[in-house]
Structures are given as structure tokens and as C-alpha cells.
T-cell receptor, first 112, second 116 residues
Framework: AQSVTQPDIHITVSEGASLELRCNYS??????LFWYVQSPGQGLQLLLK??????LVQGIKGFEAEFKRSQSSFNLRKPSVHWSDAAEYFC??????????FGAGTILRVKS | DTGVSQDPRHKITKRGQNVTFRCDPI?????LYWYRQTLGQGPEFLTY????????KSRLLSDRFSAERPKGSFSTLEIQRTEQGDSAMYLC??????????????FGPGTRLTVL
């Protein structure tokens, strides 16, 4: 069965500190991988995606993610967090325009 | 490009009533998806269309739920005889077909349903 695990429900980081959000997936083959961000009461905004090629992908707002096939992981990173990054982050997997399977999300809190 | 729009943004209804939500995808996006998101969870897939054809439905989509995309443009999601367990955020997404970005889904702001 397809599944996505985001082990951290909540993460708190200080403004200016680095961030890593974890994502592991279970899928029949190497899927397409996505990170979305959601502010309270809002829809999802795409941060970045991986389809193939370079395993380190850059996204918007200074985020990047690294695909590691051997670990079935797609962790999201940012070198310096800003207060405006506080939101909920979702990892998702899909294949060729079919449905996305999402993790349960990680809520990021930023302390000043 | 105006993005995916959904209407209404909020809906409060009494148990047993019918509700209908509308989604307008990004123009020329062939695929349209519906997801449901409950508090503290990630979105869960409900159904999707390619043009006017409904290609897949989740087991979550009970017979009280029906979705249509009659002209391959906007879509509606109807819930009949609402139950309190239907309270959730209903998200719509769209994606193009036939390009390298075909597998990227762009989401609307969602419709928050509260069933009293």
C-alpha cells in the first residue's frame, strides 16, 4: 500500500536556525515526490517537487529537498528559518497525474 | 492565470441537509481532483476527472457523495444527507496533461464544511 510518514507532528525552531522536516514513503516504484505548505484555513501551496534527475531539488522561499532512494526519504530543508515560515508542511507522493497520497503533516513553529 | 477557485469558502449546515460545492480549475487544466482534509490530518483523495470523465473514486466517496464535471471545466461535489462526520475541509486541485508539469497539482483555497 502507498503511504507517507512524517514522523514529527510538531517542530519548533528559533528564527534564523536551520530546519529539516522528515518524510519517508512506501510505494511500488520511485514515485513523484512533493512538498506543500499550508497556512491556517488556507489551501496548499507547492514548495517543490522531484520527478527524476538531480536528487537535490530547489524550491520556493529558500527551501530544498533531497531524495534518497536507499532510504525512501525526501526530507525538506532550509538553512535559515524566518518567522513567516510558520505553517504546516505536507509531504506527498504520486505517479503520472494520479492521486496524491499525503503524510499527516508537520506543524512548524518559529520562536523569536 | 487566476489559480484554482472554490465556492463557497465556508458552509455551515444542519445534519441531514444537502450541500454542493463548486471548483473552477486553472483554465486549460484537463485534470481536476477532490480531496478531503480533517483536522490534524493530511488531505485524502476522493475522486478525479480528466476532462468530463471521472477516472477514479476513493472508497471514502460513499453513495451520499457525487461529483460531476459536465463540460470538462468546473466541477461540483454534492453531499446528500450530511452527517457530522462530513465536517472537513474539501480541497480541489487541477493539473495539466501532456507536459512535464502534468503531474503537479495546484490547489484551491478549500471549502470548510461544518455540519451541526
Amino acid at each position: 500500500a502507498q503511504s507517507v510518514t512524517q514522523p514529527d507532528i510538531h517542530i519548533t525552531v528559533s528564527e534564523g536556525a536551520s530546519l529539516e522536516l522528515r518524510c519517508n514513503y512506501s510505494y511500488g516504484a520511485t514515485p513523484y515526490l512533493f512538498w506543500y505548505v499550508q497556512s491556517p484555513g488556507q489551501g496548499l501551496q507547492l514548495l517543490l517537487k522531484y520527478f527524476s534527475g538531480d536528487t537535490l531539488v530547489q524550491g520556493i522561499k529558500g527551501f530544498e529537498a533531497e531524495f534518497k532512494r536507499s532510504q525512501s526519504s525526501f526530507n525538506l530543508r532550509k538553512p535559515s528559518v524566518h518567522w513567516s515560515d510558520a505553517a504546516e508542511y505536507f509531504c506527498a507522493v504520486g505517479w503520472r497525474g494520479n492521486k496524491l497520497v499525503f503524510g499527516a503533516g508537520t506543524i512548524l513553529r518559529v520562536k523569536s | 492565470d487566476t489559480g484554482v477557485s472554490q465556492d463557497p469558502r465556508h458552509k455551515i449546515t444542519k445534519r441531514g441537509q444537502n450541500v454542493t460545492f463548486r471548483c473552477d480549475p486553472i483554465s486549460e487544466h484537463n485534470r481536476l481532483y477532490w480531496y478531503r482534509q480533517t483536522l490534524g490530518q493530511g488531505p485524502e483523495f476522493l475522486t478525479y476527472f480528466q476532462n468530463e470523465a471521472q477516472l477514479e473514486k476513493s472508497r471514502l466517496l460513499s453513495d451520499r457523495f457525487s461529483a460531476e464535471r459536465p463540460k470538462g471545466s468546473f466541477s461540483t461535489l454534492e453531499i446528500q444527507r450530511t452527517e457530522q462526520g462530513d465536517s472537513a475541509m474539501y480541497l480541489c486541485a487541477s493539473s495539466p496533461v501532456g507536459t512535464g508539469s502534468a503531474d503537479t497539482q495546484y490547489f484551491g483555497p478549500g471549502t470548510r464544511l461544518t455540519v451541526l
